[in-house]
């Protein structure tokens, strides 16, 4: 059964950095791309970056363009979203997820995991 746990979520001040980390069992992590994406209260929940399957390829949202890096270690089954230069709007639930394609699609994704939450204090 594939599993993914979000954790590195925390409360940080504004200019500040967090590394949020998911690890995935079940052992699909090496055939699958890899996002993070995060939903605000009152909003839906919006893609932040993608990665494929090897780490060659990697896309981000607009926003956090040169902020945000996302990596992962295949043998660790383990993805990471490295968040730099912390704004009070990047506050949110973030859920890592699981997809046999590449792309920015919240659809194309079919394994979530329960998210970790991010505040960012100004």
């Known amino acids: 059964q594939v599993q993914l746990v979000e954790s590195g979520g925390g409360l940080v001040q504004a200019g500040g950095s967090l590394r949020l980390s998911c690890v995935v069992s079940g052992g699909i992590f090496r055939t699958v791309t890899m996002g993070w994406f995060r939903q605000a209260p009152g909003k839906e929940r919006e893609f932040q970056a993608v990665?494929?399957?090897?780490?060659?390829?990697?896309d981000y949202a607009d926003s956090v363009k040169g902020r945000f890096t996302i990596s992962r270690d295949n043998d660790k089954n383990t993805v990471y979203l490295q968040m730099n230069s912390l704004k009070p709007e990047d506050t949110a639930v973030y859920y890592c997820a699981a997809s046999l394609y590449y792309g920015s699609d919240a659809a194309d994704f079919s394994a979530w995991g329960q998210g970790t939450q991010v505040t960012v204090s100004s």
């Open positions: 990665i494929n399957r090897t780490g060659g390829n990697t």
